[in-house]
């Protein structure tokens, strides 16, 4: 079984500064990543993902992750957030073909709070 | 707008009643996956159908249940409402059966009284 920690749940900056949110997943088998975006009273959004190739991957609104096998990371950073990224953000894993069970299985999920 | 639909968006009934859910997936998706979130415990994977079959069931409850119809859409029927199944419900497809890319619907708010 695959599973996802993300290692904090509230983060606060301020407008214009870098930020890092960090994943952590533990599987078995391959996996694939993904880092989505939950807006207030909104559905889930694709930010990004990780298939295979390179281990940084860019996505949308700015926002990049970078793929890391033996540390078994995914973390999501950004160079200069505005205020319009505040959100929750969650990471989330599957399990890449060859398996089965193809579920998505999402961490806690991340509270980006972006102050003017 | 990511091409899947919920409806509908919010739904308040009683303790001890039974609702159905409907999600439409975008269109040549041939997955619907449901998930619930819940403050306390975060977005659950209820369950994958995959062309109208059942693929996989996560932590679904014996109340609730699901099914594919022929046009694809699906329902996920919950019974015998408890005021813990509040919750937001969403649907996810994706074309095929892995989730190399999959896209999420607004959810569904219920609120049971």
């Known amino acids: 079984a695959q599973s996802v920690t993300q290692l904090d749940s509230q983060v606060p900056v301020f407008e214009e500064a870098p930020v890092e949110l960090r994943c952590n997943y533990s599987?078995?088998?391959?996996?694939?990543l993904f880092w989505y975006v939950q807006y207030p009273n909104q559905g889930l959004q694709l930010l990004l993902k990780y298939l295979s190739g390179s281990t940084l991957v860019k996505g949308i609104n700015g926002f990049e992750a970078e793929f890391n096998k033996s540390q078994t990371s995914f973390h999501l950073r950004k160079p200069s957030v505005h205020i319009s990224d505040t959100a929750e953000y969650f990471c989330?894993?599957?399990?890449?073909?060859?398996?089965?069970?193809?579920?998505?299985?999402f961490g806690k999920g991340t509270l980006l709070t972006v102050n003017p | 707008d990511s091409g899947v639909t919920q409806t509908p968006k919010h739904l308040i009934t009683a303790t001890g009643q039974r609702v159905t859910l409907r999600c439409s997936p975008r269109s040549g998706d041939l997955s619907v996956y449901w998930y619930q979130q819940s403050l306390d415990q975060g977005l659950q994977f209820l369950i994958h159908?995959?062309?109208?079959?059942?693929?996989a069931k996560g932590n679904i409850l014996e109340r609730f249940s699901a099914q594919q119809f022929p046009d694809l859409h699906s329902e996920l029927n919950l019974s015998s409402l408890e005021l813990g199944d509040s919750a937001l419900y969403f649907c996810?497809?994706?074309?095929?059966?892995?989730?190399?890319?999959?896209?999420f619907g607004q959810g569904t708010r219920l609120t049971v009284v």
């Open positions: 996810a497809s994706s074309v095929e059966w892995g989730f190399t890319e999959a896209f």
């Open positions: 989330a894993v599957s399990v890449a073909p060859g398996g089965s069970n193809y579920k998505l299985t």
């Open positions: 159908y995959y062309n109208g079959e059942e693929r």
């Open positions: 599987s078995s088998v391959s996996v694939y």
